[in-house]
């Protein structure tokens, strides 16, 4: 099946500092990306809707200054962290999604990233 | 409002019985339905889905859910579990602009 990956694994950061995460679509174009956030035992939070080309779509509550998204390509989209702060610390998570040669609606997710900012 | 729940916290579960782990969904329009695994720091791993056709679907590593309208549930099952089961469970549905609704997940436990 389709690959999503994302680099790095994970990362650990100095408060203040800025930290990026990509997120790639291996073998296939992603008609969409989603960046969502994953704190401890609890559920995943979608935080953006990413379209390539075109400017991120945050969810309420999600500061776009903060968490700065760019779509470079059909196979690529970062997440970059700005100033980072302990409590921003957590689990993040990318999917592409896709429409399959049947006209399905695929969606795959990357490995996640684990962020320690400290 | 599109929303999925996942009832309970956690599940336990003695090795070689049988495994549910219950969701119910509110959507508009026919729902697409999706159950993940998540092991510890790992990503999700996607384990089956429900677009349509047959209510019972078969999944990756033995699970299977049954989709069932009348009660608006998609509850995964197992027949016989095993202690590498245990993890984290989440149950999702495909909102209209294509989001992916997640429930809070379920953690289960299978013991020895």
């Known amino acids: 099946g389709a690959v999503v990956s994302q680099h790095p694994s994970w990362v650990i950061c100095k408060s203040g500092t800025s930290v990026k995460i990509e997120c790639r679509s291996l073998d296939f174009q992603a008609t969409t990306m989603f960046w969502y956030r994953q704190f401890p035992k609890q559920s995943l939070m979608l935080m953006a809707t990413?379209?390539?080309?075109?400017?991120?779509?945050?969810e309420q509550g999600v500061e776009k200054d903060k968490f700065l998204i760019n779509h470079a390509s059909l196979t690529l989209s970062t997440l970059t962290v700005t100033s980072a702060h302990p409590e921003d610390s957590s689990f993040y998570i990318c999917?592409?999604?896709?429409?399959?040669?049947?006209?399905?609606?695929?969606?795959?997710f990357g490995p996640g990233t684990r962020l320690t900012v400290t | 409002a599109q929303s999925v729940a996942q009832p309970e916290d956690q599940v336990n579960v003695a090795e070689g019985n049988p495994l549910t782990v219950k969701c119910t969904y509110s959507v508009s329009g026919n729902p697409y339905l999706f159950w993940y695994v998540q092991y510890p720091n790992r990503g999700l791993q996607f384990l089956l889905k429900y677009i349509t056709g047959d209510n019972l679907v078969k999944g990756s590593y033995g699970f299977e859910a049954e989709f069932n309208k009348s009660q608006t549930s998609f509850h995964l099952k197992k027949p016989s579990a095993l202690v590498s089961d245990s993890a984290l469970y989440f149950c999702a549905v495909r909102a209209l602009d294509d989001k992916i609704i997640f429930g809070k997940g379920t953690r289960l436990h299978i013991l020895p």
């Open positions: 999917s592409a999604t896709m429409i399959s040669g049947t006209g399905a609606y695929e969606q795959y």
């Open positions: 990413s379209n390539e080309g075109s400017k991120a779509t945050y």
